[in-house]
């Protein structure tokens, strides 16, 4: 099975302060996401990328970056991290031209 | 506008059949359907995909009339633990590149 990891479960960080998000994935996919989910607003997606060093905006990418140097490693980056970004972050990959997406199990990050 | 509209919420008890419809009218000719089940704290997982007619697996049915703007997914005989938020899924083209939008998803509640 392909397994998406996210390295952080749970995180808790202050105004101001620079955030990593970490995903990694172990099936050579080309394509990988960062989602960020609220209650009732669903699954909104942030950047996704198609290739190493290739990086697209998604419906809400401000104040958020990403980092793609290896395949398999999609990072999400909060350069200066505020209360409005307190959610659930998820992570996903996929191959080719699919839509079957497989999913990280999140990280819910509290900014205080 | 969205690109996948389904209901809010709908309401069921054990043992029903549970019919959840998506509309998405803007479909791409090569796009296909896919379906997710996310229970809470989870990330989504895939369930079912589709392009035309009719798909079954060993969870569920995917329904897509010729027009392919609408598909319906079936659950069989619902269980307590089919209680989750449900999504399909359509790409979309952003500046040619694919990206995958989630919807707002139908909350599934099923009942003893």
């Known amino acids: 099975d392909v397994k998406v990891t996210q390295s952080s479960r749970y995180l808790v960080k202050r105004t101001g302060e620079k955030v990593f998000l970490e995903c990694v994935q172990d099936?050579?996919?080309?394509?990988m996401f960062w989602y960020r989910q609220d209650p009732g607003l669903g699954l909104r997606l942030i950047y996704f990328?198609?290739?190493?060093?290739?990086?697209e905006k998604g419906d809400i990418p401000e104040g958020y970056s990403v980092s793609r140097e290896k395949k398999e490693r999609f990072s999400l980056i909060l350069e200066s991290a505020s209360t409005n970004q307190t959610s659930m972050y998820l992570c996903a990959s996929s191959f080719g031209r699919e839509n079957v997406l497989t999913f990280g199990a999140g990280s819910r990050l509290t900014v205080l | 506008l969205a690109k996948t509209t389904q209901p809010i919420s709908m309401d069921s008890y054990e043992g029903q059949e549970v019919n959840i419809t998506c509309s998405h009218n803007n479909i791409a000719t090569n796009d296909y359907i896919t379906w997710y089940q996310q229970f809470p704290s989870q990330g989504p997982r895939f369930i079912i995909q589709?392009?035309?007619t009719k798909v079954t697996n060993e969870v569920a049915s995917l329904f897509i009339p010729a027009d392919r703007k609408s598909s319906t997914l079936s659950l069989p005989r619902v269980s307590l633990s089919d209680t989750a938020v449900y999504y399909c899924l359509v790409g979309d083209e952003v500046t040619g590149r694919r990206a995958l939008t989630f919807g707002s998803g139908t909350r599934l509640q099923v009942q003893p």
């Open positions: 589709g392009y035309k």
């Open positions: 990328s198609y290739d190493v060093k290739m990086k």
């Open positions: 099936m050579d996919h080309e394509n």
